[in-house]
């Protein structure tokens, strides 16, 4: 039963209640909210996508449309885990189309050190690219650093406050701040052996 029915059944059950017009007018106004979030919210999944699709379903998708193309090999364990998180925001952001492709069907001879690789399309032009494990946030990869990375190219819009990898970035450069390369109690005493 479409939202239309259901409309009408509604209208059918309340009229010995209420027959204004303006009682309708919500009920309208409902209508449009709903036709709206739906033509909205058009894609809500991780589609396969082959090659020779690419250029139609990616470079060539809607205006206005942000595109999240995944290359990947069954066989890498992280691409596995990337494809895992994309469904997963596919359904969180289903405005954002993603789409998924064996990376031989679109690249001949790609390198699997530079997978799994994540471009982000708009209008037509790669806005981001994430190649190779460290880019696409390491094997340990959270769902949550995905989200960050694809809100910070501006394909999604995320309700994330801040990046979750921020503490261990602060950690390094903290440590890297600490620490020394010349130990300042070896190097006096290195100048007084030379002398």
Not at 98 to 109: D, G, M
Not at 120 to 134: A, C, M, P, S
Request: glycine content about 4%; aromatic content about 8%; some cysteine.
């Amino acid at each position: 039963m479409n939202f239309e029915n259901i409309m009408l059944r509604e209208r059918n059950q309340s009229q010995n209640v209420i027959e204004t017009e303006d009682y309708w007018l919500p009920g309208e106004k409902r209508l449009q909210e709903w036709k709206y979030l739906t033509k909205k919210q058009k894609f809500g999944e991780l589609r396969e996508i082959s090659g020779n699709q690419y250029v139609n379903e990616v470079t060539n998708a809607e205006k206005d449309v942000w595109v999240i193309i995944h290359l990947y090999r069954s066989s890498i364990p992280m691409c596995l885990l990337v494809n895992q998180h994309l469904s997963l925001l596919a359904r969180k952001f289903p405005e954002t189309k993603f789409v998924k492709a064996i990376v031989n069907s679109c690249i001949q001879h790609y390198h699997d050190n530079c997978l799994p690789t994540i471009f982000v399309y708009k209008n037509g032009q790669i806005e981001g690219k994430f190649i190779g494990i460290i880019e696409c946030g390491g094997i340990n990869l959270k769902l949550e650093e995905l989200e960050w990375k694809l809100a910070e190219v501006g394909a999604i819009q995320t309700d994330l406050e801040e990046n979750p990898k921020k503490d261990i970035v602060d950690m390094m450069v903290s440590s890297i701040r600490n620490t020394s390369i010349y130990d300042d109690s070896n190097s006096s005493d290195s100048d007084n052996d030379t002398k």
